[in-house]
């Protein structure tokens, strides 16, 4: 994670990671990935990687936040989903968004608001989401 903030309050934060994903006990006795069948209910769930760029302003105090970003999110191995079949977790998923947040916390109680739209994938629904939330602070104010 790299973030720099400048005295002003605008600001730009660049992430990227590597997510090393476990092997899963499946509700099948037996499934179909990489034109394969395997005779067993544990999956192998494929690695990814994930980055991402913001670019915002953080008012004085922290109370306004306003904030654009772009992220991407890629397995680096996995099989396609087939057709007439529900999506599994060998699948390969490619999804690259771009969205906005914005924050407005006056006191200890504050409101978010993410949107977001994918713009490009594989294995993933072009989705638009929006989102809500309620925010409190617990312990003192600075």
Not at 44 to 53: E, H, I, K, T
Request: aromatic share 12%.
């Amino acid at each position: 994670i790299a973030h720099y903030q400048h005295s002003s309050g605008w600001y730009s934060t660049a992430h990227a990671s590597f997510n090393l994903r476990s092997n899963i006990q499946s509700d099948r006795d037996a499934y179909f990935a990489h034109n394969r069948l395997y005779y067993t209910s544990e999956v192998s769930v494929p690695n990814a990687l994930d980055a991402g760029l913001r670019l915002g302003y953080m008012s004085e105090g922290q109370k306004l936040q306003l904030e654009l970003f772009g992220e991407h999110f890629q397995c680096v191995e996995g099989d396609y989903i087939r057709p007439g079949l529900m999506p599994f977790p060998t699948n390969r998923m490619e999804m690259t968004q771009v969205g906005v947040y914005g924050k407005y916390q006056p006191h200890r109680l504050g409101v978010n608001l993410r949107a977001a739209t994918v713009l490009a994938g594989r294995n993933v629904c072009q989705q638009q989401m929006l989102s809500l939330g309620l925010l409190y602070v617990v312990g003192k104010l600075k």
